[in-house]
């Protein structure tokens, strides 16, 4: 499996026999730098904002997945969660899917932008390969709900998503307060717009690894 970080909340996720998934695409004027257009064969959107759910950038006519679905798509499977952007049951911001996909053997999920600490997600995800989870705050988790959950859920790797980068011409907070959470033996220290999983860490200790965003 390889996994790409397409920029802000937004990853493809390409299985061994070439299936793709692309979880979150978002708009430029909404996120302050556009997308890398790239081909999949499904999109699944966490919610309706505009750096959550534009199609702009995707090439080809993907299957579209935005309610509470469990399906397969080829070779990956695909479950939804119902959970809430906020911590008032969506009366700010409205409803939030979190994705979770099998993939080659290996569970991988996409929390959104999830604003609050969810006891049903984490029983249903808990010991998953990898976790893509929101750090930033003010929209999201901030970084110790989201360290919280990592606690909770004890994922083999976690990719910290949806934090202010130099890029961004919105303010949440950077992801260098996620990482102070963590011991330095925990993060990966070099940064890949590309991650290639054949399995995931076995020792038992979270693998933190803060992607780069990818351009080709």
Known sequence: ????????????????????????????????????????????ISHHHGDHDCLDGILGQPAELDTEICCTADDIAVESISTFHDDVQGAKRGKNLVFVFTVDGLKVVHMGDIGFFDENVVAKIKNCDVLLL???????????????????VQPKIVV???????????????????????????IRPSRLDTLVLDDAPADGQTEVVAMERFKD
């Open 160 to 186: 910290p998503m949806h934090y202010k980068s130099a890029e961004h011409k919105f303010d949440v907070d950077g992801v260098d307060k996620f990482l102070a959470l963590f011991d330095s033996a925990q």
């Open 1 to 44: 499996m390889k996994l790409q970080y397409l920029g802000h909340a937004c990853f493809r996720i390409i299985s061994e026999m070439g299936t793709t998934v692309v979880c979150d695409p978002y708009k430029a004027d909404w996120v302050g730098f556009a997308m890398t257009p790239v081909r999949c064969d499904v999109v699944t």
């Open 134 to 152: 929101p750090v930033g705050g003010t929209f999201t988790v901030d970084a110790k709900g989201a360290k919280r959950y990592v606690d909770a």
